[in-house]
């Protein structure tokens, strides 16, 4: 771990980070890194805005497999660069209909498990756009910002610190039926806290439904050094087993696994093609360039239930 403002040399072959699903402490290296600034630099390279693709370090564990990002900024610093990152609505609409296509599909899955409207926690909501598609009234939003509360939809969105709000009254103990993280446990830097926070919220048995990468997926194995999930952004590159194991580790029994696409529109995806082989930019989107496609990414959502 650094001291926040620098990235460790890039000549390390083996690290002492101990490891989210084992605790083993060596670890080789799989990925070297492409970005060598600071943390004060590193908003630009983080989300759709992104400059460039950039990662730091990327580690293979020697025991289990697990790969992940070592080493990384401090959890103050991840704070802080989240709070500069331009904020959701100043991009452009297409966006829009993208989230919506995904959140369609990633809803008709939800109700395959939970077809009745029960209680439940959108974790990491954004600007609530699952809450608004999934049309219940029963959601509740969680985002990281100042604290406060307001509404996407129907649906309240409390906003705040996760392990403040989590233990407040303001999300009771075993008070959701279900849950979903969407594209968000990747990016934790205090992973293990945040979802013994969310088992704590949902009742017995209730259900998670969370999307992360997954580095044994055929993207990610064809296009190795490439693969466009490898960003500065993300800590934790699960696979099945490893999803599982570390879940398991939280009181989570896994259900099943799947792939899911991610819908984006086709400038976004040229300007990701396009900084993947190296070169710098960002999307502008046209007509034709804001259709929305289903990528295959090589994400994957896992179901997990929650051990009584």
């Given at each position: 771990?650094?001291d ?37 630099d ?39 660069i ?32 939970q077809?009745?409207?029960?209680p ?5 909501c954004?600007?609530?756009?699952f ?8 959601g ?21 610190d996760?392990?403040?709000?989590a ?5 009771r ?62 800590l934790?590159?699960?696979?099945p087993?490893?999803?599982s ?14 792939a ?17 082989f ?6 502008s989107?046209g ?22």
């Open positions: 771990m650094t926040g403002s620098q990235l460790l040399p890039r000549n390390t072959k083996t690290t002492m980070d101990e490891c989210l699903v084992c605790n083993a402490v060596e670890h080789d290296l799989r990925f070297s890194a492409t970005f060598a600034g600071t943390a004060a590193a908003h630009d390279y983080f989300l759709a805005h992104r400059a460039a693709t950039a990662r730091g370090d990327i580690v293979r564990c020697r025991q289990c497999g697990f790969v992940f990002t070592s080493p990384r900024f401090s959890d103050d610093d991840y704070d802080r989240y709070k500069a990152v331009p904020r959701p609505e100043l991009l452009d609409a297409s966006f829009t209909a993208a989230k919506s296509a995904r959140f369609k599909r990633l809803s008709r899955i939800v109700r395959e498990f077809p009745s409207p029960v439940f926690l959108d974790f990491g954004g600007d609530g756009s809450l608004r598609e999934f049309g219940s009234a029963a509740t939003g969680f985002e990281i910002g100042p604290s406060g509360r307001h509404k996407a939809g129907p649906c309240d969105v409390i906003t705040g996760w392990a403040v709000v233990a407040s009254p303001a999300l103990e075993a008070s959701f039926d279900f849950a979903v993280a969407f594209d968000v446990l990747e990016h934790l830097p205090r992973i293990e806290r945040d979802v013994a926070a969310i088992r704590r919220v949902l009742k017995p048995n209730g259900l998670l439904f969370a999307t992360v990468p997954n580095i044994r997926s055929w993207v990610a194995r064809a296009m190795g050094s490439r693969w466009n999930m490898l960003l500065l952004e993300h934790w590159y699960f696979n087993e490893t999803f194991e570390f879940m398991a580790r939280q009181g989570f029994t896994l259900l099943e696994t799947r899911v696409p991610f819908d984006a529109p086709l400038a976004h995806l040229f300007t990701r093609l396009a900084q993947t190296g070169m710098k930019g960002q999307f989107a007509p034709v360039s804001r259709l929305v496609v289903p990528v295959p990414a090589g994400l994957m959502l896992g179901v997990f239930r929650s051990r009584q």
